[in-house]
């Protein structure tokens, strides 16, 4: 054991980004008194300081650690999310929103969405989105936390959208104030026992060496234990997901109001994200190397966005796919390090939460690592990653879009086996494949499905039933609730700034 303290298990995390301060703190904060942290970091190297939108989950992971919203707001200068406005992906012209809630109620058992297609066949109802409160919410550029009783106001969630370069830094001080130890150093070489295989140390370049039971490798896309120590295999999936680039460059605000969503505009090789904080707006054009010079992508950035650019694009390398395994011989992965896929739902921050939780719930706190628990966080991960790849690849394929070569490639491409079963469901029947563990449930893909065009053959019978003249006045009366509970609700920035002493550095 590395501690002085025989009980202590020693933990070293490798990494001081977004997932290294995020792993740190919940394994400090949630095994008290069980484990000793220490970080090592290299400001050498520095962090990959993109990832501006985040998911509803990470309202939770804050929470437990018992870090305050209003303090967490502030120091990143965050807005709120209700979802994301996709722009051109079914179809030039055309868009939706993905809401962080859900659209309108079940009736006698049979899913809203199936009155919804009965009555669109015949011409008696509005658009999917209005029977939703996030959506209608965020296109009106309101926002009011969500209430917590049973009423309309309680079915929509909210994330953030903040500043990553200072998400990381709040976390550090968060950290340390909670008894983590920060190394700075680079790490040259990787110590492991010649019998088990397992990393026993990390040497730095002046020749520190960090010794430890279990290592977290939070090093980024370098992927230094899991990756390069321990050589876990990587799954390429460039071959469904074939950005590999993304130019990023903040501009300034052009007008009073704060979308409280994220956008995201599909653009000849890829898309554009558009994402606004309290004090700049981040952009960023994430594209495929196949398509379109790393170059002219970063003029058809600039060329793009409203405001005045406040730097030039900065470029990042990337691919889609994971590691095999994210845990191997006593070597954790989490961030980048474990795998990436890409940011059109902003799901990357999700992941390293949920790595963190899970390693949490199966942490080997005798000292021993269980091969049971390993597989099943493994599993667990896996499953996390899958189905994250196959919702991502829907907004590519889901497509009538044939006016570039790279809308061509994604729309005529093969899709992996579980996404081909889940559309076909669809098309056939009307359903969402059910599960119950993972991301993105039936209010999210019926966003994008119905959002792109994809509307099934069939739908449930029972929703022929009764008098549709009859469903169309009650779904009118929602859409109408929904208006109203919109209408009462402040715009965003105005809420921003009445609660201003708490949440919102000066804008
Ligand atoms: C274009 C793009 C857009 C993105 N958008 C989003 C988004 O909207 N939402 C979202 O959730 N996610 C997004 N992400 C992902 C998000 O940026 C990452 O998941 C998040 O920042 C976590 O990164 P990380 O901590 O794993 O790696 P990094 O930030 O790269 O940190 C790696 C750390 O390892 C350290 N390190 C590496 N090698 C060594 C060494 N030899 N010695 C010592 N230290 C070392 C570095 O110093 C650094 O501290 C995006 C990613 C990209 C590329």
Redesign the pocket.
């Known amino acids: 054991m590395g501690s002085d303290n025989p009980k202590k298990l020693k933990v070293v995390v490798?990494?001081?980004?977004?997932?290294?301060w995020m792993s740190a703190a919940g394994l400090a904060k949630l095994l008290p008194g069980l484990v000793e942290v220490e970080l090592?970091?290299?400001?050498?190297?520095?962090?990959?300081?993109?990832?501006?939108?985040?998911?509803p989950h990470i309202r939770g992971f804050v929470e437990n650690l018992g870090i305050d919203e209003a303090a967490f707001m502030k120091a990143t200068h965050a807005t709120f999310k209700l979802g994301i406005d996709f722009q051109g992906f079914g179809k030039i012209g055309e868009s939706y929103i993905h809401p962080f809630g859900s659209f309108g109620e079940e009736v006698a058992g049979v899913p809203f969405h199936h009155y919804w297609l009965e009555l669109e066949r015949q011409g008696l109802v509005g658009a999917f989105g209005d029977y939703s409160m996030a959506v209608s919410a965020a296109l009106a550029r309101k926002f009011t936390p969500p209430t917590t009783d049973a009423g309309l106001s309680s079915t929509y969630g909210y994330a953030y959208q903040f500043d990553?370069t200072l998400f990381?830094p709040f976390m550090r001080e968060f950290g340390l104030g909670i008894g983590i130890t920060r190394t700075e150093?680079?790490?040259?070489e990787v110590r492991r026992d010649p019998e088990s295989g397992d990393v026993t140390a990390l040497v730095l370049k002046d020749g520190r060496v960090v010794e430890g039971d279990l290592f977290v490798d939070?090093?980024?896309?370098?992927s230094?234990l899991l990756g390069d120590a321990l050589e876990e295999p990587w799954e390429d999936w460039s071959k469904w997901l074939p950005v590999n680039r993304?130019a990023?460059m903040p501009c300034a605000h052009i007008e009073d109001e704060i979308e409280p969503y994220?956008r995201a505009i599909a653009m000849p090789a890829g898309w554009r994200?558009r994402?606004p904080l309290q004090h700049r707006i981040g952009n960023?054009y994430?594209f495929s190397s196949d398509f379109i010079s790393e170059d002219e992508a970063c003029e058809a950035l600039k060329a793009s966005v409203e405001g005045d650019m406040l730097a030039e694009p900065r470029l990042?390398r990337?691919r889609s796919g994971r590691r095999s395994k994210s845990w191997s011989h006593n070597v954790i992965a989490?961030?980048?390090?474990s795998g990436?896929l890409?940011?059109l739902e902003?799901?990357?921050?999700?992941?390293?939460q949920m790595a963190v939780t899970y390693l949490i719930e199966m942490f080997p706190l005798d000292g021993k690592i269980d091969p049971r628990d390993r597989d099943e966080f493994n599993r667990l991960v896996d499953m996390e990653y899958d189905r994250i790849r196959d919702f991502l690849v829907l907004h590519y394929h889901a497509t009538t879009r044939d006016d570039s070569e790279f809308w061509n490639h994604v729309r005529t491409m093969g899709v992996p086996d579980t996404l081909k079963g889940k559309m076909e469901l669809w098309r056939e029947t009307g359903r969402i494949e059910k599960y119950s563990d993972g991301l993105f449930y039936d209010a999210s893909w019926l966003a994008v499905y119905i959002g792109q065009g994809l509307l099934p053959q069939r739908h449930d019978v029972r929703a022929g039933i009764p008098d549709p003249q009859q469903v169309a006045r009650a779904m009118n009366g929602l859409r109408g609730a929904v208006a109203d509970e919109v209408a009462a609700m402040p715009g965003h920035r105005a809420f921003l700034e009445s609660e201003a002493a708490r949440l919102a550095e000066p804008v």
């Open positions: 490798l990494g001081g980004g977004t997932a290294g090592v970091e290299s400001e050498d190297i520095g962090i990959v300081g993109v990832g501006e939108a985040t998911l990553a990381g150093g680079l790490v040259t939070c090093s980024g896309f370098r230094l993304a990023a994220t994200w994402i960023g994430v990042l990337f989490v961030g980048l390090a990436f890409e940011p902003s799901t990357s921050i999700y992941l390293a």
